[in-house]
Nanobody, 127 residues
Framework: QVQLIESGGGLVQAGDSLRLSCAAS????????MGWFRQAPGKEREFVAA????????DYADSVRGRFTISRDNAKNTVYLLMNILKPEDTAVYSC????????????????????WGQGTQVTVSS
């Protein structure tokens, strides 16, 4: 079955950077768009960023555009999220997800369009 394992979270100060990784297995990784989402306590899960199957296209939430960068390495079955200039409001559990069926890009900002999810990694940004 599909398995997604996130890593790289932690406790940082405002203005710091972190790079999250999501290692995928159990699927033809290079066929799928991938997304990152986050959920803060008491809030709904929200879209952060997405990347096409080949890395040729990306999309970002307005709140992170210009600070976060999504990328992927299909040879390593891994998607990354580089987060710069972190703010306290970025504090959340960050999860990666598979946009299914293969090749689809439309609907990439909607939680319900993603088929498989990782357990998430906690990011805490102190002021």
């Amino acid at each position: 079955q599909v398995q997604l394992i996130e890593s790289g979270g932690g406790l940082v100060q405002a203005g710091d950077s972190l790079r999250l990784s999501c290692a995928a297995s159990g699927l033809t990784f290079s066929s799928y768009a991938m997304g990152w989402f986050r959920q803060a306590p008491g809030k709904e899960r929200e879209f952060v960023a997405a990347i096409t199957w080949n890395g040729g296209g990306t999309d970002y939430a307005d709140s992170v555009r210009g600070r976060f960068t999504i990328s992927r390495d299909n040879a390593k079955n891994t998607v990354y999220l580089l987060m710069n200039i972190l703010k306290p409001e970025d504090t959340a559990v960050y999860s990666c997800a598979v946009r299914a069926p293969p090749g689809l890009w439309a609907g990439r900002r909607r939680v319900q369009e993603y088929r498989d999810w990782g357990q998430g990694t906690q990011v805490t940004v102190s002021s």
